[in-house]
DNA sequence: ACTACATTTGCAATACTGTTGCATTAATAA
DNA sequence: TTATTAATGCAACAGTATTGCAAATGTAGT
């Protein structure tokens, strides 16, 4: 595995991601970048951050991936817990402390999961 | 509501759609009708099909949009189910025996659920 | 602090995916 | 068979995503 840069886009991307109470798409955080780095930049920096295990995505019913980290990750991580979609005000979050429980047939082997609930926040209701 | 007509191209969808055991994207269909229909009516049925509710979206983790129908939902009908992906032989196929439990805090109203779970299916493992 | 070098970025080119307006076609009811 | 209205086909357009390559930049070693 190559070495990993700590580069300015990295590191404005990953803050973004990290402060923000939603989980966010490539066009919500290309926008609140402006012009730090084009859109290319942003795609390979997503991919990278996910491929590190640093953040996950999230995919909406409507097809668009979104990318959020977990804030208690650090205590304990909740790999499989639940997104909410809301319809009104259509921000994603993750409710970390959801966490849905499946039997699938012995012979499936499962890698990774994608929960996601679609809505009303509490904010909108 | 205005009423549905049964053109030729929805049929010929339905009934690609009814009789595949996976779950089928955009561009798979488009690919198995050859020119019955040009792309825009694909996406046209499909939207029309889903508000129907006689067909169901599942969103795999790459922002893939595709499409089902259950086969057991006449008897009875299980729309909170699971798919899975599988990463080898990229199928999506409904596990429609298989609903997770979870609980939501009280204020999120649920309208709508997409519950995908990726890995390796039977026949690939 | 300087240098070497691999990683990362920016850009160009390209392809895929999806939406909308409008004229034409065709399914349905009478 | 005819009238009506949904559905289709086409054009135009916009958003989303990938890849190759040269240039820029972060990092380790000196």
């Known amino acids: 595995m190559k070495n990993t840069r700590n580069t300015r886009a990295r590191t404005e991307i990953l803050n973004l991601i990290t402060s923000s109470e939603e ?45 959020a980290k977990c804030h208690n990750c650090d205590e304990k991580h909740h790999p499989d817990h639940i997104h909410f979609s809301c319809e009104q005000c259509h921000t994603v979050t993750c409710l970390e402390d959801v966490e849905p429980q499946f039997k699938l047939p012995k012979k499936y082997k499962v890698h990774e999961v994608n929960f996601t609930v679609s809505g009303i926040c509490p904010s909108c209701s």
Not at 25 to 52: A, G, M, N, P, W
Request: with cysteine; hydrophobic share 40%.
């Open 23 to 67: 989980a966010l798409s490539h066009s919500q955080i290309q926008s609140s970048l402006k012009d730090l780095c084009d859109r290319f930049t942003i795609y390979r920096v997503l991919d990278r951050l996910t491929y590190e295990g640093i953040i996950h995505k999230v995919v909406n019913i409507d097809g668009v991936i979104r990318y």
